[in-house]
């Protein structure tokens, strides 16, 4: 009986993510995420962030999954972080990363939050085909949305004309 007791401590000592290999957490977060367990996968990542600094190779992953992880219960967050974010680290950060993020917003209907990420990567790519095209994406769902406020936030950024 005594082993069983000391077994279920072990266990609870264990991390969730595994070992503070901070490669391997941010492997285990990036399974979590695409698995769907975006509470386990932002855990992940933040473990394997706390061992790191800015300039480590895995750094920029891990940072971008954390993000991905909250676009999905912490939107509002998601947004100001990254934003926070491109504005420290703009270096390692490419158009890829800010679409990526963009399309995480638009799939939980988070378009407001989806303009302000793509206003900002136009900002920090404006000759960017690949910005170009997810902002007529970001447009297209802006359009469709069940939220006014971002055809609103469209107008403001001067994306669109009041005549759209």
Do not use: H, W
């Amino acid at each position: 009986m005594r082993s069983v007791i000391l077994l279920l401590c072990a266990l609870f000592l264990v991390p969730a993510c595994g070992p503070a290999d901070p490669r391997a957490l941010t492997d285990a977060g990036s399974s979590a995420l695409a698995a769907g367990d975006a509470p386990k996968a932002q855990e992940c990542f933040e473990q394997a962030l706390a061992a790191m600094k800015p300039g480590d190779p895995d750094y920029a992953r891990a940072s971008m999954g954390r993000f991905q992880a909250l676009v999905r219960s912490a939107p509002e967050r998601a947004r100001d972080e990254f934003l926070a974010y491109a504005k420290a680290q703009p270096a390692s950060l490419n158009e890829g990363n800010y679409g990526v993020l963009v399309s995480e917003f638009l799939r939980r209907e988070r378009t407001v939050e989806a303009v302000e990420v793509m206003d900002a990567g136009i900002k920090a790519f404006p000759e960017s085909e690949a910005m170009l095209a997810i902002r007529t994406k970001v447009e297209a769902q802006a359009r469709t949305a069940k939220d006014p406020a971002a055809m609103q936030k469209l107008k403001g950024l001067g994306y669109i004309g009041d005549d759209k």
